[in-house]
């Protein structure tokens, strides 16, 4: 069974902070992740995947098989980076690309 | 910008009734999606589609959710007999058909209440 889980529900740090959003996985075969932001308001958007290794608003996430984690980062916190964070897993292309997500995190960044 | 439009915004729908939920995805997309998120709880997805037929379920898709393509723009859920635990906000989504990691594009969502 393929689970997500991110540990945080709630992450509070101070502008100019480094953050960072744990999310862990179990999945035996090769999983996809991503990183879906969910800014106040607005609709579910992809921040980032970690097939394409980029780096979006200063966010990046590394995929570590060993730990089977995929903890998203950015070294200074913005006030504009305060968001409900999702960590996602997808199977491989014949699954339909559905996405399995975490509860999520809801990230404060405060001035 | 295209988005993923989803119609309507919200919902309340006595028990027991049908509802329906609307969306028209990315013009140029041929995977579409229905997730749900009941309140407090994590975003679950429910099917996926492709090339007029169901390619993924989940074990909430059942006998009483239904997805069409009515059309060549409308993609919708169907919800037979509502029950008061269907309440929930209703996503939909769209990719394009990759090989690997489509993003996923979100609609607003359609909060359905059920009394």
């Known amino acids: 069974a393929q689970r997500v889980t991110q540990p945080e529900k709630l992450l509070s740090v101070f502008k100019g902070a480094p953050v960072e959003l744990k999310c862990n996985y179990s999945?035996?075969?090769?999983?996809?992740l991503f990183w879906y932001v969910q800014y106040s308001r607005q609709r579910l958007q992809l921040l980032l995947r970690?097939?394409s290794r980029e780096s979006i608003k200063g966010f990046t996430a590394d995929l570590n098989k060993g730990e089977t984690s995929f903890h998203l980062k950015k070294p200074f916190a913005q006030e504009e980076d305060s968001a409900m964070y999702y960590c996602?897993?997808?199977?491989?292309?014949?699954?339909?690309?559905?996405?399995?997500f975490g509860k999520g995190t809801s990230l404060l960044v405060t001035p | 910008e295209p988005e993923v439009t989803q119609t309507p915004s919200h919902q309340v729908t006595q028990m027991g009734q049908e509802v329906i939920l609307r969306c028209v995805p990315i013009?140029?997309?041929?995977?579409f999606y229905w997730y749900r998120q009941i309140l407090g709880q994590k975003v679950e997805f429910l099917v996926s589609?492709?090339?007029?037929?169901?390619?993924?379920k989940s074990e909430i898709f059942d006998d009483q959710f239904s997805v069409e393509r009515p059309d060549g723009s409308n993609f919708t859920l169907k919800i037979r007999s509502t029950k008061l635990e269907d309440s929930a906000m209703y996503f939909c989504a769209s990719s394009e058909d990759r090989l690997w990691s489509p993003e996923a594009f979100f609609g607003q969502g359609t909060r359905l209440t059920v009394v």
């Open positions: 999945y035996s075969g090769s999983p996809e």
């Open positions: 589609f492709y090339n007029n037929e169901i390619s993924e």
């Open positions: 013009s140029n997309h041929l995977y």
């Open positions: 996602a897993l997808s199977r491989p292309p014949n699954s339909g690309y559905a996405l399995n």
């Open positions: 970690h097939i």
